[in-house]
């Protein structure tokens, strides 16, 4: 989807996607550094990257919507946390090497090959020692997504080179978004820079 559609998804007094922080994320509390750099990315309206700062982190919270940036801040602020935002294309940034110690990639499908260039970028930007905590809607949801852009436990190690993973797990996850309940089967990964 492009930015403007995201914006306009985004432009509500509603948080889309909830303010709760992904299950799995908070499941992953103990795993955390104590302190240290987290990326958000496509971080969207904050829910995850809001939680991490709350956690101790310091938050760089990255997406392309201009509305899902405000939203985020505002959330940041209702929970008296604080997060940078920067708004930017993921598939152009300049990534900084080996500079977070903590990386959230949550819920973006991507084409095949742009999304294992995204990867590579998420790999060499991990600090050695440094967590990816991954999300991703599992291929066997039926989904409005293109089938080609969701996940399969099978794709994550081809996906994760350069970073050795810890955990794979597959949940149904059942949530309010647009006002509706939906279930998803979701693929979740931690895996760490060595
Ligand atoms: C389904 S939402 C997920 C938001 C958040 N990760 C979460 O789990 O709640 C996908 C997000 O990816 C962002 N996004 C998609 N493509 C992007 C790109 N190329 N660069 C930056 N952000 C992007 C969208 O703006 C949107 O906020």
Redesign the pocket.
């Known amino acids: 989807?492009s930015?403007e559609t995201?914006d306009a998804r985004?432009a509500t007094e509603d948080y889309v996607?909830g303010t709760a922080p992904?299950p799995f994320l908070e499941a992953c509390r103990d795993r955390l550094p104590a302190t240290g750099r987290a990326l958000?990315?496509?971080?969207?309206?904050g829910?995850?990257g809001v939680w991490l700062a709350g956690q101790g982190l310091d938050v760089l919270t990255?997406?392309?919507?201009a509305e899902?940036l405000a939203k985020a801040r505002r959330l940041a602020a209702e929970r008296g946390v604080a997060i940078r935002t920067e708004q930017?294309?993921?598939?152009t940034?300049t990534w900084p090497d080996q500079s977070f110690d903590v990386v959230?990639a949550?819920?973006?499908?991507?084409p095949p090959a742009v999304r294992e260039d995204l990867f590579r970028r998420i790999a060499a930007t991990l600090a050695p020692g440094g967590l990816l905590l991954f999300?991703g809607i599992h291929a066997d949801t039926r989904d409005h997504h293109p089938p080609e852009t969701l996940f399969t436990e099978a794709m994550m190690p081809g996906l994760c080179d350069g970073l050795e993973i810890r955990e794979t797990i597959t949940r149904m996850e059942e949530r309010r978004m647009d006002g509706e309940m939906v279930v998803k089967k979701k693929l979740n990964v931690l895996a760490v820079k060595p």
């Open positions: 989807m930015v995201w985004y996607f992904s958000s990315l496509a971080d969207g309206e829910r995850n990255l997406d392309f919507s899902g930017a294309d993921m598939l940034w959230c949550m819920n973006f499908h991507l999300e």
